[in-house]
């Protein structure tokens, strides 16, 4: 909740990470390990994106050319991002060869704290690709139930504007709305507005507009950017605020 706040004001929603990590390691998780369960996350979305936009924009045929484009697009960019960390993460030599290119860049800057960096930086990457082989010699049923999640929370969401449909009295036009939200989801990753702001309106009347009554599109897309984004910059702010109060209290109490 509380990184629904800082995703909400900051471009492509990439500012929620950050602070989900932070949180983590609060709690005693290392830096290294809290990376890779918030950057899991961010992959498993990225597969489910990347099975489900197929398989809606063949089953529905709704937008399919543009579709298939962002599709192709999104896939590309998700094999080019896993080879790098494949690369990055394949053995200990190359984390040690990523610490010293860490080292060399702080020590035109600071020489004193090359060296602290460059070893905080090479034990956290050593962490990270520790839980990265830990979750990947778990069995398949493990990934499975992961990705069914995923699939779990994604499709609420995406249920919102038939939800909204329905309550005003329309159809729900599920199958469309469900390909046109994966679209939208994918299009708003580009980083150009906080909480990708205009891109997702536009995006959503654009696409809506191919199965929607025109005199109730502005509604539903007020609505939906209501119930999916200024309730999360509200709620999310109290619990920003919530969590500030809170370790500043356990700070008192230690010293």
Excluded at 224 to 251: D, E, M, P, Q
Aim: net charge positive; hydrophobic share 50%; aromatic share 14%.
């Amino acid at each position: 909740m509380a990184s629904m706040f800082t995703a909400s004001i900051t471009p492509s929603s990439a500012g929620g990470e950050p602070v989900r990590v932070k949180m983590l390691s609060d709690r005693g998780v290392e830096v290294g390990t809290s990376a890779f369960i918030v950057l899991a996350e961010r992959i498993l979305d990225s597969m489910y994106f990347s099975t489900a936009l197929p398989v809606f924009l063949i089953a529905t045929g709704f937008s399919t050319s543009f579709g298939f484009k962002i599709a192709i697009i999104f896939i590309s960019l998700l094999i080019v991002f896993l080879y790098v960390l494949y690369r990055i993460f394949r053995n200990e030599s190359s984390i040690d060869k990523f610490a010293e290119l860490l080292y060399k860049a702080v020590r035109k800057f600071n020489e004193k704290k090359a060296e602290k960096y460059s070893s905080a930086f090479s034990r956290e990457l050593r962490s990270f690709r520790e839980a990265t082989i830990k979750m990947l010699s778990d069995s398949l049923s493990g990934i499975l139930v992961l990705y069914i999640v995923t699939l779990v929370m994604w499709s609420a969401s995406f249920a919102i504007p038939s939800v909204i449909l329905v309550a005003l009295g329309y159809d729900a036009y599920f199958l469309y709305s469900y390909t046109a939200q994966l679209i939208i989801v994918i299009v708003s990753l580009v980083p150009l507005t906080p909480g990708s702001s205009g891109i997702a309106e536009v995006s959503m009347a654009y696409f809506y507009s191919n199965f929607v009554p025109t005199n109730i599109l502005g509604v539903l897309v007020g609505l939906w950017r209501l119930i999916t984004y200024h309730v999360n910059i509200f709620f999310g702010a109290i619990f920003v605020n919530y969590s500030l109060i809170k370790s500043k209290l356990v700070k008192n109490q230690l010293t």
